[in-house]
């Protein structure tokens, strides 16, 4: 049957592959509202090949999600890291920012649980989700994003970047009323007293 299906599919155009792609997605989607974590990796793969980039991307974060917490985090590090390489190629612009620096959010934490707080790949990571909150202006995501850099530092045994991520993190703190960013930004200044 995989031959036979194989050999069909390979004499579709790409437009016609485009629009089946795009059908069976939407009628996922219907089919299994409410419980779509249940067949996120499959909607986005029909997503990616029905080239809608913004859908493959949303179900690539939910696959993440739904394997992570079966500890498969592996597996959810390679499905954020594709939807990073999807999301990248749309036209700049802030919305992507945004969308970006949610999915380095996601990605860091990943990182974490799979390979713990110090490989280089967390560190680029993060710092380019700090650089595109800044650039946003929104200090929200850059608090946290320094969290996740002063953790890293910290485990690392880097003890004055996680000092100068600190001092950087009051001075933003100060614009910030939000009780879970404060948690955020009381472990980064634990990391003076050490």
């Known amino acids: ?42 909607l986005a793969i029909h997503h990616e090949r029905g080239r809608n980039t913004e ?12 394997v992570q917490r079966r500890f498969a985090t592996g597996e959810a590090v390679n499905y954020l890291q594709h939807a990073l390489e999807l999301l990248l190629r749309e036209p700049e612009s802030e919305a992507r920012d945004l969308r970006e620096v949610k999915l380095r959010h996601k990605l860091a934490r990943a990182f974490i649980s799979a390979a713990g707080f110090t490989g280089e790949e967390q560190l680029t990571n993060i710092v380019r989700a700090v650089e595109l909150s800044r650039r946003l202006g929104r200090t929200e995501l850059q608090l946290v994003g320094l969290g996740y850099r002063a953790a890293r530092h910290l485990a690392a045994g880097e003890l ?6 600190a001092e950087e993190s009051r001075q933003l703190a100060a614009d910030v009323d ?17």
Do not use: N, T, W
Not at 2 to 26: D, E, M, N, T, V
Not at 55 to 62: E, I, K, P, Q, T
Not at 160 to 165: G, I, M, N, S, W
């Open 1 to 42: 049957h995989a031959k036979f299906r194989g050999l069909l599919y390979g004499r579709l155009s790409p437009q016609r592959k485009q629009r089946l792609h795009a059908r069976i997605a939407a009628r996922l989607e219907r089919g299994f509202a409410g419980h779509q974590g249940h067949v996120a990796a499959e």
């Open 178 to 194: 939000d009780p879970v960013l404060r948690s955020h930004f009381h472990m980064i200044l634990a990391s003076e007293a050490v």
């Open 55 to 66: 859908r493959a991307v949303h179900f690539l974060a939910m696959a993440a999600d739904g």
């Open 160 to 165: 004055d970047h996680a000092c100068k991520l």
